[in-house]
T-cell receptor, first 111, second 112 residues
Framework: DAGITQSPRHKVTETGTPVTLRCHQT?????MYWYRQDPGHGLRLIHY???????DKGEVSDGYSVSRSKTEDFLLTLESATSSQTSVYFC??????????FGPGTRLTVL | AQSVTQPDIHITVSEGASLELRCNYS??????LFWYVQSPGQGLQLLLK??????LVQGIKGFEAEFKRSQSSFNLRKPSVHWSDAAEYFC??????????FGGGTRVLVKP
């Protein structure tokens, strides 16, 4: 399995609070991604990174920001969590245009 | 807009029976195509991929998929299903760049 960890694995928070999710890889892959998974929607891309300090928006980026200060870490921040951001969040990595490898996911509940 | 469609939300199959999951894509040119499987509470695992060449692709766990350009389809098949194949299956496609687009998923239930 690709060396991808996500933390925390589960989190419950309240509306309006900031939340940061962490993705850590040991594969030294260039590309990292954040997705959210909701029933009936498959996975939708939030943000991605193509190198240290290089990031871009995906299809559902509103309300989310990301940072990548090291190759191995990609952080996803919800500046002010809302109930619509209750979801399962997956990190993925890839090296170039090949397949992406996924982490175990973080289940976030916003009350 | 680029899209991936999985027409079946749920499929129930008896153990030992064959399984086929449908996937259609809408892209200007043939994208890279993937099938992933997700067991309950787990991340996604790559089953197989198609980039070019032979249109019948073999994957892990006894799965195969067939690319049909004329139908814009990439259907997943398994000749004989095991109880451990109960999971959710996602088709995904990628054109230029590294952005994957996923279908909505098909949940497979296996009857004993």
């Amino acid at each position: 399995d690709a060396g991808i960890t996500q933390s925390p694995r589960h989190k419950v928070t309240e509306t309006g609070t900031p939340v940061t999710l962490r993705c850590h890889q040991t594969e030294n892959h260039r590309y990292m991604y954040w997705y959210r998974q909701d029933p009936g929607h498959g996975l939708r891309l939030i943000h991605y990174s193509y190198g240290v300090k290089d990031t871009d928006k995906g299809e559902v980026s509103d309300g989310y920001s990301v940072s990548r200060s090291k190759t191995e870490d990609f952080l996803l921040t919800l500046e002010s969590a809302t109930s619509s951001q209750t979801s399962v969040y997956f990190c993925a990595i890839s090296e170039g245009p090949n397949e992406q490898f996924f982490g175990p996911g973080t289940r976030l509940t916003v009350l | 807009a680029q899209s991936v469609t999985q027409p079946d939300i749920h499929i129930t199959v008896s153990e030992g029976a064959s399984l086929e999951l449908r996937c259609n894509y809408s892209y200007g040119a043939t994208p890279y195509l993937f099938w992933y499987v997700q067991s309950p509470g787990q991340g996604l695992q790559l089953l197989l991929k198609y980039f070019s060449g032979d249109t019948l692709v073999q994957g892990i766990k006894g799965f195969e998929a067939e690319f049909k350009r004329s139908q814009s389809s990439f259907n997943l098949r398994k000749p004989s299903v095991h109880w451990s194949d109960a999971a959710e299956y996602f088709c995904a496609a990628k054109a230029a760049g590294n952005k994957l687009t996923f279908g909505g998923g098909t949940r497979v239930l296996v009857k004993p």
